[in-house]
């Protein structure tokens, strides 16, 4: 067997490693770099001898340090009890039954009775169209720098001549069933003027008189509700209400019933009277 030969192949395998360089079967092989020690064979690896190198530095270990000594913790002081007041429970209340509610019904309602204005034209707005007059001295007025009408702007004036009678009436009404009447109610308002000093027979009457005078006798035919002389005269309006519910209802004047202002002067003419708001409202029970 030729060693050198596959010696020189497997050299040429070996320096394409080192080398990088293939070595191909047609370049001869003295291009290939073969070091010396290898050109006559591979010589026998000597067996690898230990050699001792320097022992490591001796390091000493860390210096033991103490732990610190142990502190025992403080005693332990309870605290103090507090004084806690003792609870006083108070009572349940005993619960009052509440009485049993009686219902009341409720009361009757009555009917309002049904009401009605008899005057017409108690303001004399209409001067004295509802009116009738007796004797001299009976008239209207206007509002004026004398007279300040409390409803509307006329009033009637009753102004008797000297030593005579003058009379305001109103329209007469036949007589009103009892039994249905409720009330009868007269209003108005009057003013008084004098210029005497002296007690006189200067004075005024309102009253509800028969409308058939001669069916009856003296002071049978009238109901008078106010009589005011001269020297009782409050000056300014005065408000008047009278009940008139017997004259009205009165079955003995067969002809009826109406109201009346009369009002007379002595000798000197010196007194005169001022009427406004005059009304009679009745109610009758349904």
């Known amino acids: 067997m030729h060693v050198r030969p596959l010696l020189a192949t497997c050299l040429a395998c070996a320096v394409a490693l080192v080398t990088g360089r293939v070595a191909f079967a047609d370049e001869p092989l003295a291009e290939v770099y073969i070091p010396f020690a290898l050109r006559d064979g591979f010589p026998e690896s000597p067996a690898p001898v230990a050699t001792a190198g320097p022992l490591p530095t001796y390091t000493p270990p860390p210096t033991y340090t103490p732990l610190p000594t142990y502190t025992a913790l403080p005693t332990y002081t309870a605290l103090p009890t507090e004084a806690r007041p003792t609870s006083t429970r108070t009572p349940t209340r005993t619960r009052t039954p509440t009485p049993t509610r009686t219902r009341t019904p409720a009361p009757t309602v009555k009917p309002s009775p049904a009401c009605s204005e008899l005057i017409e034209d108690g303001s004399f707005e209409g001067e004295l169209k509802a009116w009738t007059t007796l004797g001299k001295g009976v008239t209207v007025v206007r509002r004026d720098q004398f007279v300040s009408p409390p409803d509307g702007e006329w009033a009637a004036r009753i102004w008797p001549d000297d ?32 210029l005497e000093t002296l007690d006189s027979r200067d004075s005024i009457l309102v009253g509800i008189w028969s409308a058939d005078l001669d069916a009856c006798e003296g002071a049978a035919c009238t109901d008078t509700y106010e009589y005011v002389r001269n020297q009782d005269i409050e000056r300014g309006w005065k408000t008047r209400s009278f009940d008139i519910t017997k004259s009205v209802t009165k079955a003995s004047w067969t002809g009826g019933w109406q109201l009346i202002f009369g009002a007379s002067n002595d000798v000197s003419n010196s007194t005169w009277w001022y009427v406004d708001a005059v009304s009679i409202r009745v109610c009758t029970r349904p």
Do not use: C, N, W
């Open 163 to 194: 030593s005579k009678s003058a009379f305001l009436m109103h329209k007469a009404y036949a007589a009103l069933d009892p039994a249905r009447i409720e009330s009868a109610t007269l209003s108005y308002q009057i003013d008084g003027h004098t």
